[in-house]
């Protein structure tokens, strides 16, 4: 069975990737990782990085054979998690008790987080900030096919349960067509005093929700007797819960683990330091949370004393708001908007920012949902 897993995994990269497989979902995962870094981190600007580089781990598929087993576990293959739901958390001891071909076979997913984590930690210390970037966005990765249940069981595209392409069905066309549907809630990052048992818990956990992708898509399939926009909309009425949950547990879960690497690595002397303390650009924040209800925090950064005006307009453009207009220190600044007494709608916010040198704009969208 795993020999035929590789042939089948390297001919679905070759057809898969060139159209942009996951990378829909790891986007939206990276990207709203950045929303829910504490405010010692707000000297990185990672949120479009971060999403430019999601997919980064894909790619190396098929140029480094060592990178397959790091997305996926087969965790049911092991007869203690079937027996007792857990296997042994220590890569050595798994490879003495079933062996080396069998254990990179299976997968090595969980270790592959931890691993990443520590790599994030090393280029922290170095003070190599674009390395440590490139490491966060696989760490991204790797935890958003942690929160992917087909990755995290043997039956990965239903080969078992006569489901041939769920996989694709659940994890890409789904997610592509109702990625409004999935709403954040953001939860500030938090320090993870043990990493490995954090990482092994969510698998665990996330194992949970294998039988619900399948019997949603058997469902959906059976109701709309084909795999057309009628079946889509079924499944997503199904699975849209949990599948949110899991976007937003993914996200958050990758901001504590680069949160838990800075501190690891002695960040509190990293961010005193001259050369992080001033952002090197100009940038307006997305709003978060967005939708939002009735409170929103916005966040923005200036390289230089400036003049700075944030106003908020209605769709139709007129000014129903203005939250900042005043002159400002160079920094990390945020602002909080209450829209109680607003509509429910979308609304624009827009910044100007003037240092006498040059001038700078931009004009976001967030939504209220009452």
Not at 53 to 82: C, K, L, M
Not at 175 to 180: E, L, P, Q, Y
Not at 342 to 356: A, N, P, R
């Amino acid at each position: 069975m795993n020999q035929k897993r590789y042939i089948l995994i390297l001919l679905l990269f070759t057809v898969i990737f060139i159209c942009g497989w996951g990378a829909t979902g790891h986007k939206i995962i990276n990207r709203r990782s950045t929303f829910s870094f504490p405010s010692a981190l707000n000297f990185l600007s990672w949120a479009d990085s971060l999403a430019a580089h999601s997919s980064d781990a894909d790619a190396r598929r098929s140029s480094d054979p060592n990178e397959a087993p790091r997305h996926f576990i087969d965790i049911d293959e092991y007869p203690e998690f079937v027996a007792n739901g857990r296997i042994p958390q220590d890569l050595d001891s798994l490879i003495a008790l079933h062996g080396s071909t069998f254990v990179y076979n299976t997968g090595i997913l969980p270790f592959s987080i931890m691993a990443t984590t520590d790599s994030v930690k090393k280029y922290f210390q170095l003070h190599d900030y674009h390395k440590a970037m490139l490491h966060a966005a696989d760490l991204g990765h790797y935890v958003g096919d942690g929160h992917q249940p087909l990755h995290i069981t043997r039956n990965y595209d239903g080969q078992y349960t006569n489901q041939s392409g769920v996989h694709a069905r659940y994890e890409t066309q789904m997610i592509n067509r109702d990625t409004a549907f999935i709403t954040y809630n953001f939860e500030n990052a938090t320090y993870i005093p043990n990493i490995n048992q954090f990482v092994f818990n969510f698998i665990y956990n996330n194992y949970r929700y294998v039988d619900s992708v399948l019997k949603y898509d058997s469902i959906a399939h059976a109701m709309a007797q084909n795999y057309s926009t009628t079946y889509y909309q079924i499944y997503w009425q199904l699975a849209g819960n949990f599948t949110t949950m899991l976007f937003n547990n993914a996200s958050h879960f990758i901001s504590s683990l680069i949160y838990t690497a800075w501190v690891n690595s002695g960040g509190q002397t990293i961010i005193n330091s001259a050369e992080t303390t001033l952002p090197e650009n100009f940038y307006l924040r997305q709003n978060f949370p967005n939708p939002f209800n009735p409170s929103t925090t916005i966040g923005y950064e200036i390289p230089a004393d400036s003049k700075v005006s944030i106003k908020v307009f209605d769709i139709t453009g007129k000014e129903v708001t203005t939250l900042v207009n005043e002159l400002e220190h160079a920094g990390y600044h945020s602002v909080e908007m209450n829209a109680s007494e607003l509509t429910s709608g979308i609304y624009l916010y827009k910044i100007e920012v003037q240092d006498g040198k040059n001038n700078f704009s931009e004009t976001k969208r967030m939504i209220l949902i009452k």
